[in-house]
């Protein structure tokens, strides 16, 4: 698994968003942690692809490869037309607002120091949008829409609010700069969950409403079946699968996807798992990933044939794309070692 | 290590392991009293695993740390019983405390990083306890360590002894403090949130490993988690906490399929889960916990809560029993019964209109 390929990728006219082959390697003491390995995904307008995958994955640096934040190491990002990589200075800055970030902690995402209000005009100060009374009207409809009363929160600091208020601020200053595409990087791993279900249903709506183009990052894969429509998994810096959640969560193609599903604990005691399901050992380091398939070390299913050469991705259902030499027929059981 | 294994079962009918008795522990701020932990009592048989459940706030953390005497030493008042074997610990001072760490009751904290000595090697840390309760040469306890990485499955034990908790991974680590806690022996092991700061694949490895652990020395586990997922495959009762009080305790089984609290049933439903189609429109419970200094007259979830009626702001509901032996609420207008549904049905008529 953990392979790469373009051949899930749409036609070009049709994406407001492509990566194609990212790469993102840091130096550190003791060689170079390829954190991302040949990455390719696009994002068609108003879509949400989800991402997924456990820590270490690189689903994060992904994301901010993307934004160029910082550059990646090679690869090609098309974002509405344009080349992100190529861009410098002054130009990749006037591209800023119209691609916008929603990051996991809300409390510490948020400059302590300053006014709500202040936060969430910020983006429109910068670029001077509009006189100080139309920014600030701008400013009060965006924290209405986010479930905030204006009056009350304007003048007030984030530590003045719980979680799931700081959130919707997050949101509110990410929306206000009218961007096309929002990249959603764990917005729902640090709330309760009675609140992770007010956020989710907030982005929902905000999607629809400013018609935005979503690339959700999340580990919980419930969290990203609920608001994706389309979903890949990303295991050490590779891609496994993509397809449509519904379908890939039927029927997972790549033993990883698989495992994840199998993890997850599902909140009625009928369905316990066994142990069998549960997949065994660590994810190996990034400074010296497995060769061939990356996963297979952990494989149940690999062969010689994984280790030596590394599967490209491949359709296997209508929509559905996986990068596997062996993967699993639909409705296939899969074993892992207890340990590993 | 059949050195440090409990004692014989005790006999039936015999004292409860752990026994909490109207559990009350307040902080004071300079708001006034911060009221986490308000009146929870429950029992936990050894060999048994409670899960305890609770959003942030709900008090689930302050009620594990008053019972392991973990409290600060100023600015606490405190309230009610706890007795561990029949005895009473709830006031005891931390110098009588320290005897009951390790050997009798064991805890593993959320995040195994900073609950390791960063500075000391994993073999060191779990032989440091093993010292201070049991008169031991050192060999003997450096090779009760490594049958404990054993046991715990961490791969290659040998090395890892004389490893530092950096080098391993966040699922070798909570392993490592696992095995911390296991050296003595405990009859009790207090595991608050223990996987999550763990990936969903790992969780489900520590998640096993506690059971087993539990299973093969005969413990009481108590499982603290935000997560009903966690505990409904593991736990044999559930307590569910909603602003410091026990609002709804029940066998495993009964609590799933029977729930009688408005807040057990919005906790639940407010999970998104993989068996829904995506885009499903997640029922969020509005609003958010109470102020625990100034708590509101009745009922704590009022506020939030779907089945609200007037008497619910006015009065707060005692904990009562339900249908099933052991199963408890505290509600007016419980989930499944006619008043409930009555009262909903109100509530969602005067919203229309």
């Known amino acids: 698994m953990a392979g790469t390929g373009t051949a899930h990728l749409r036609a070009e006219s049709d994406v407001l968003l492509r990566v194609e082959d990212l790469v993102v390697e840091f130096h550190v003491d003791g060689g170079r942690v390829k954190a991302v390995s040949g990455i390719s995904l696009d ?199 993509v397809g449509p959640p519904d379908q890939l969560y039927e029927r997972p193609a790549h033993p990883y996807t698989a495992a994840l599903l199998a993890a997850i604990p599902v909140p009625d005691p009928a369905s316990r798992l066994d142990d069998a399901h549960v997949l065994g050992g660590d994810i190996p380091s990034n400074l010296d990933p497995p060769s061939g398939c990356r996963f297979r070390t952990r494989c149940p299913k690999a062969q010689a044939r994984c280790a030596d050469e590394e599967p490209s991705i491949r359709e296997v259902g209508p929509g559905q794309y996986v990068a596997c030499h062996f993967p699993l027929a639909p409705g296939e059981a899969i074993e892992f070692a207890a340990t590993a | 290590m059949s050195a440090i294994q409990p004692g014989p079962e005790a006999p039936a009918g015999a004292t409860p392991l752990l026994e909490v008795r109207d559990l009350a522990t307040w902080f004071e701020s300079d708001r006034g009293l911060v009221h986490a932990v308000d009146g929870v009592s429950f029992t936990l048989e050894r060999g048994r695993t409670v899960g305890i459940v609770g959003e942030s706030g709900s008090g689930k953390t302050v009620l594990t740390r008053s019972i392991m005497g973990l409290l600060p030493k100023s600015g606490v008042r405190r309230q009610g019983s706890i007795r561990f074997e029949g005895v009473e610990i709830g006031s005891a001072p931390p110098r009588q405390m320290r005897k009951y760490w390790g050997a009798h009751m064991g805890m593993v ?206 009065e707060q509901p005692p904990l009562r029993p339900g249908a099933t032996p052991g199963h408890e609420f505290r509600c007016w207008f419980p989930v499944g019964t006619p008043e409930g549904q009555a009262a909903r049905a109100r509530n969602e008529g005067v919203e229309q209109r």
């Not at chain 1, 098309?78 to 119209?98: M, N, Q």
């Not at chain 1, 249903?201 to 079946?225: C, G, P, S, W």
């Not at chain 2, 409904?232 to 305790?249: F, L, S, T």
């Open chain 2, 109 to 314: 904290f959320q995040d195994p990083m900073t609950s390791l000595n960063p500075v000391m090697k994993v073999g060191h840390q779990i032989t440091e306890s093993i010292h201070a309760h049991l008169d031991v040469s050192r060999t003997f306890a450096r090779e009760l360590a490594l049958s404990l990485l054993e046991s715990v499955r961490v791969p290659d034990p040998q090395r890892r002894m004389d490893e530092y908790p950096h080098q391993l991974s966040g699922g070798l680590r909570q392993r490592v403090c696992i095995a911390v806690a296991l050296a003595c022996g405990p009859q009790l092991l207090l595991a608050d949130e223990p996987t999550t700061a763990l990936d969903v694949t790992v969780q489900a490895q520590v998640l096993d490993l506690l059971e087993a652990q539990q299973r093969e020395r005969f413990m009481a586990l108590a499982l603290v988690t935000h997560d009903l997922g966690v505990v409904a495959g593991r736990a044999d009762e559930v307590i569910v906490m909603y602003a410091g009080q026990v609002v709804e305790k029940a066998a495993t089984a009964t609590l799933f399929s029977d729930m009688k609290m408005p807040y057990t049933e919005a906790l639940l439903h407010s999970i998104p889960t993989i068996d829904q189609p995506s885009h499903t429109r997640l029922s969020a419970i509005p609003g958010r916990p109470p102020d625990l200094v100034h708590l509101p007259t009745g009922c704590r979830f009022a506020a939030r809560c779907a089945y609200v009626q007037d008497r619910c702001l006015e």
């Open chain 1, 43 to 241: 994002l068609v307008e108003g879509e949400t692809l989800g991402l997924v995958g456990e820590s270490g994955c690189g689903k994060s640096t992904t994301a901010r490869a993307v934004m160029q934040l910082p550059r990646p190491t090679s690869g090609r990002v098309r974002f509405d037309g344009v080349e992100l990589t190529e861009l410098k200075g002054d130009a990749l800055r006037r591209i800023r607002p119209r691609m916008q970030m929603i990051f996991q902690d809300p409390i510490s995402s948020l400059n302590p120091r300053r006014k709500v209000g202040t936060i969430v005009a910020e983006g429109l100060d910068i670029w001077g949008t509009g006189d100080a009374g139309s920014r600030r009207a701008r400013v009060d409809e965006m924290l209405g829409a986010v479930g905030l009363d204006p009056d009350s929160t304007r003048n007030r600091r984030p530590h003045e609010f719980s979680g799931g208020q700081c959130q919707r601020i997050s949101i509110a200053r990410a929306v206000i700069t009218e961007p096309k595409l929002i990249i959603c990087d764990e917005p729902v791993s640090a709330l309760d969950v009675s609140v992770q279900a007010q956020i989710l249903n907030l982005l929902e709506d905000m999607k629809q409403r400013y018609d935005l183009t979503m690339l959700f990052i999340a580990h919980d894969l419930a969290v990203v079946k609920n608001v994706s429509d389309r979903v890949a998994v990303m295991y050490l810096g590779k891609l496994c699968e």
